[in-house]
Nanobody
Framework: QVQLVESGGGLVQAGGSLRLSCAAS????????MGWFRQAPGKERTFVAL????????YYADSVKGRFTISGDNAENTVYLQMNSLKPEDTAVYYC???????????????WGQGTQVTVSS
């Protein structure tokens, strides 16, 4: 059992930045990867970024490469998503998730946070 809590969402102008945080607790020893996904109204949930729990490997969706950075703290109990050069199309609810597999497929993630709203205005 893993519990995930996101924070850091909000309203920002295009070109601005936000940093999302995901605090993990519980039986995190069984988690291999942490991922970030987003879902806009009326659209499917899509992959944003993922990171091995130990930080050994990191992957990004093409749409966010060069703008977003996924990282973790020294204890590996908190995962961050630094979002720079934000665009209106980045507007969505952002979710962090934990999986036993290194995958961008949201169906392979076992645990999800409650989500945090990110709104980018033009």
């Amino acid at each position: 059992q893993v519990q995930l809590v996101e924070s850091g969402g909000g309203l920002v102008q295009a070109g601005g930045s936000l940093r999302l945080s995901c605090a993990a607790s519980g039986r995190t020893f069984s988690t291999d990867a942490m991922g970030w996904f987003r879902q806009a109204p009326g659209k499917e949930r899509t992959f944003v970024a993922l990171r091995h729990w130990n930080g050994a490997n990191i992957y990004y969706a093409d749409s966010v490469k060069g703008r977003f950075t996924i990282s973790g703290d020294n204890a590996e109990n908190t995962v961050y998503l630094q979002m720079n050069s934000l665009k209106p199309e980045d507007t969505a609810v952002y979710y962090c998730a934990a999986s036993q597999h290194l995958t961008a497929d949201p169906n392979m993630y076992d645990y999800w946070g409650q989500g945090t709203q990110v709104t980018v205005s033009s």
